[in-house]
């Protein structure tokens, strides 16, 4: 989430004439009902995007923030590797978000059927994640950082950072309805260039982003804010133009029958990066001529 913090943070939202008020909505589904009715008109949403558009909704991706799954799975000590979890119950943070879509293509990746070789409990946040982890509720399950730093203070170990994957992936991306893009285009466009040039300050400037992380996060501890910048810093693509490919991932994963026979180009709309990328604005963002 930081580039979204940084556009207010960093005053960018400012800087490109865009006011931008930051809610937080915990759980895609939640999320997502928000933009349907219209309540909010830009979100960051992962791969739960296409199941929305799949069962009628009018939203459409816009960018992409991180790329691939941005997690870590996280076990107990006595789990040796992904093909103990056979039999055993793991811990996600809500059904249909990036988290469970992480698990579910981990699981595959290792022959492992989810419902059937491995349980899955809902528990509606990384902090429930890991208090399940570590109170034995749960073999494991995924983590996000900082979170992740939290698990191996408390003595749990990481088994798969699933981000080293490189699975092409929506982990959370810009969001916003049809409609919104048809009626009022120059304020995507201007939230864009603000949301673009806070994936650079993301990728660049530490100190501003760790204050921006400070601040969310609710902690002053170097070492989470470290954890959590580190993880992400470099992954945030200078163009974050949506592909096929990511949504490919997320219509692999949708339990909805019309997943098979979807066109991914239906879910995403690059129009508004690619004039961006055309008329110069991030090469002049990053001193390139």
Do not use: C
């Not at 940084?6 to 999320?31: C, P, T, W």
């Not at 692999?252 to 979807?262: D, F, I, Q, W």
Request: hydrophobic share 45%.
């Amino acid at each position: 989430m930081l580039p979204l913090w940084l556009v207010s943070d960093a005053k960018l939202d400012q800087k490109y004439g865009v006011a931008v008020q930051n809610i937080f909505i915990s759980g895609a589904a939640r999320m997502n009902q928000a933009m349907v009715a219209g309540d909010i008109d830009l979100a960051s949403i992962g791969g739960a995007v296409v199941n929305t558009v799949l069962a009628g909704g009018d939203l459409v991706a816009i960018a992409v923030g991180v790329p691939t799954y941005g997690f870590s799975f996280y076990a107990r000590p006595e789990i040796k590797d992904i093909a103990s979890l056979q039999g055993k119950v793991v811990g996600i943070m809500s059904k249909g978000a990036s988290s469970e879509h992480a698990v579910i293509s981990l699981l595959q990746r290792h022959n492992l059927q989810p419902g059937k070789d491995v349980k899955f409990i809902y528990l509606g946040g990384v902090r429930e994640v890991l208090a399940a982890i570590e109170r034995g509720i749960v073999a494991g399950g995924v983590l996000s950082s900082p979170t992740t730093l939290a698990a191996r203070r408390l003595g749990q170990k990481e088994l798969v950072n699933i981000a080293t994957l490189g699975v092409p992936y929506i982990h959370s991306g810009v969001v916003t309805r049809r409609s919104f893009a048809r009626q009022q285009p120059d304020r995507v466009k201007a939230y864009l260039r603000a949301y673009i040039a806070a994936i650079k300050v993301a990728n660049e400037d530490a100190e501003t982003s760790k204050k921006a992380l400070s601040r969310y996060l609710v902690t002053h501890d170097d070492a989470i804010l470290d954890e959590a910048y580190q993880t992400f810093r470099g992954i945030f693509p200078r163009i974050p133009y949506v592909t096929e490919e990511q949504i490919k991932s997320s219509l692999a994963l949708s339990e909805n029958p019309k997943a098979a026979g979807a066109n991914p180009k239906d879910f995403f709309d690059n129009r508004f990066i690619k004039e961006l990328e055309d008329t110069g604005f991030i090469k002049e963002l990053y001193g390139q001529r």
